[in-house]
């Protein structure tokens, strides 16, 4: 069985950073794309980044481009999501997402996880 665990998320101040983790069991992470998505109340999930490792590709939202850092690791078996510089307006749920498509971005991902709650002051 997959499951993916999100944590990380918390109350942090505009500017500051914060880093997600996404724990993986059930599947390798080095043979999916991962990704995360975000989240705000009345809204559709919309696609923050994606890699696969295999490809040595990536793939961001063009508002968070330069900001967010996907990455994962092996060992460990998790993906990881590096917000820098955050905005009031990067306020939301995260959800991360496992896919076995190789083609980066992917929409509908086959595996999600549980949000955590990220909240930016101003």
């Known amino acids: 069985e997959v499951q993916l665990q999100a944590s990380g998320g918390g109350l942090v101040q505009a500017g500051e950073s914060l880093r997600l983790s996404c724990a993986v069991t059930?599947?390798?992470?080095?043979?999916?794309?991962l990704g995360w998505f975000r989240q705000v109340p009345g809204k559709g999930r919309e696609m923050v980044a994606w890699m696969r490792k295999t490809e040595g590709s990536t793939s961001y939202a063009e508002s968070r481009k330069g900001r967010f850092t996907i990455s994962s690791d092996s060992a460990k078996n998790a993906v990881y999501l590096l917000m820098d510089n955050l905005k009031p307006e990067d306020t939301a749920d995260y959800y991360c997402a496992l896919d076995q498509h190789p083609v980066l971005p992917i929409k509908y991902p086959e595996y999600w996880g549980r949000g955590t709650q990220v909240t930016v002051s101003s």
């Open positions: 059930g599947v390798r992470v080095d043979d999916y794309s």
